[in-house]
Structures are given as structure tokens and as C-alpha cells.
T-cell receptor
Framework: ETGVTQTPRHLVMGMTNKKSLKCEQH?????MYWYKQSAKKPLELMFV???????ENNSVPSRFSPECPNSSHLFLHLHTLQPEDSALYLC??????????????FGAGTRLSVL | GQSLEQPSEVTAVEGAIVQINCTYQ??????LSWYQQHDGGAPTFLSYNGLDGLEETGRFSSFLSRSDSYGYLLLQELQMKDSASYFCAVRDGGGGSYIPTFGRGTSLIVHP
């Protein structure tokens, strides 16, 4: 148990569906992240929030829309996805962005399949 | 930009010692971290090096040489449960970004 919980663990959706991924952290951290993990590729950073403000957006397609209503919750809203978006989506949190170690605590991920 | 290189796969037997290397290219440098991820699980933090030298945590050690832009993770007394993927990650601090970049990961397979 890492203190970061993601739901759902598995999701199958069609290209015309709209769904949301949820992440909750119980660690009192100020920074939260969304990553995409595809087979044989590095972890791809998608979005970063610090104190509920988005501080990084790595050229992610607009069909992915993040939301951070408070420092404990992070959502990733999905709509009109493509089959190549099928991947493991990982949420992480860290104390903040400036500590030298910046230890990231990851959730177990949502395995997304787009049909 | 940043880039990291690590081997895609390493195999070893139980009880052995294995070293997973990581070389990096960054504009600045704020430390090298290592994470472990079992199949179907979350990546978990293992070790961090901000300065040159060796950091030891039980059976795992991590080494950094900033002049060589190189580090490694050393796993001793290997156990079957050590079979997992291991990722190195660096933070370069460039442009005020303190967010780590991860390598592709090394799949460690431990045989009986």
C-alpha cells in the first residue's frame, strides 16, 4: 500500500465513450502527476499539479483532460480516445516539486484498453 | 532535453549479485533515483544519489559518478522476488523543472 489509490484498476472503452480516471493520495503531498506507461517505452509524464495548479503539460492531446479539485484528488477525463491510447495510466504524488529527492509515490495504475 | 540509457534485460541466478547501469544526458543535475516495479504493480522508490558515491540500503546499493554521467543499482543476494523492472530517473532542474525523467526500465529475471 503506497498511500496512492487509483480507480478503476481496469477500463475498457470504445472510441466514442467518455470516462474518467480517479486518483487519491492520503500522504499529505502537494504535488500530483499523471504518467502513461506503454510496453517497451519509458514512463511518459503527462501532467503535473502543484498545490492544485497545473505546472506541466507535456504536449498531451486534448482528448486527455486533467482536473485537480484539491491537493488529495486528481482526475483524468478521457473522451474520443484512439486505440494507441491503450496503456497503463499511473498516478503519483510527491511532497512537493523542489525537494532534491522528490520521491514519487505511485498508485497501482489503471489498465486502459481502447477498442 | 534529457535522455537515459539502461539495459533492457538482465538475467541472474538466486544468490548472485547483479548490477544495472544507467547513463544519462541532462542540461543540469539534481540527482539520480531508482524505482522497482513488479508486474501489475506500482513503481516503488528504492534509492537516491544526489552526490557521488555509494548509498547502501540493505541488499540494494546505488552508485553515482556525476563526472561520468553514470550510475548503477547493485542488488546482492538475489532472491526470486527481486524479479521486476528497475527504472532510473534523473531530475535536471532545467528551466525550473524539478520533475524526473525515467529511463525505459531494465527487466531483471532471477532464476532458481
Amino acid at each position: 500500500e503506497t498511500g496512492v489509490t487509483q480507480t478503476p484498476r481496469h477500463l475498457v472503452m470504445g472510441m466514442t465513450n467518455k470516462k474518467s480516471l480517479k486518483c487519491e493520495q492520503h500522504l499529505g503531498h502537494n504535488a500530483m502527476y499523471w504518467y502513461k506507461q506503454s510496453a517497451k517505452k519509458p514512463l511518459e509524464l503527462m501532467f503535473v499539479y502543484s498545490l492544485e495548479e497545473r505546472v506541466e503539460n507535456n504536449s498531451v492531446p486534448s482528448r486527455f483532460s486533467p482536473e485537480c479539485p484539491n491537493s488529495s484528488h486528481l482526475f483524468l477525463h478521457l473522451h474520443t480516445l484512439q486505440p494507441e491510447d491503450s496503456a497503463l495510466y499511473l498516478c503519483a504524488s510527491s511532497q512537493d516539486l523542489v525537494q532534491s529527492k522528490n520521491i514519487q509515490y505511485f498508485g497501482a495504475g489503471t489498465r486502459l484498453s481502447v477498442l | 532535453g534529457q535522455s537515459l540509457e539502461q539495459p533492457s534485460e538482465v538475467t541472474a541466478v538466486e544468490g548472485a549479485i547483479v548490477q544495472i547501469n544507467c547513463t544519462y544526458q541532462t542540461s543540469g543535475f539534481y540527482g539520480l533515483s531508482w524505482y522497482q516495479q513488479h508486474d501489475g504493480g506500482a513503481p516503488t522508490f528504492l534509492s537516491y544519489n544526489g552526490l557521488d558515491g555509494l548509498e547502501e540500503t540493505g541488499r540494494f546499493s546505488s552508485f553515482l559518478s556525476r563526472s561520468d554521467s553514470y550510475g548503477y543499482l547493485l542488488l546482492q543476494e538475489l532472491q526470486m522476488k527481486d524479479s521486476a523492472s528497475y527504472f532510473c530517473a534523473v531530475r535536471d532542474g532545467g528551466g525550473g523543472s524539478y520533475i524526473p525523467t525515467f529511463g525505459r526500465g531494465t527487466s531483471l529475471i532471477v532464476h532458481p
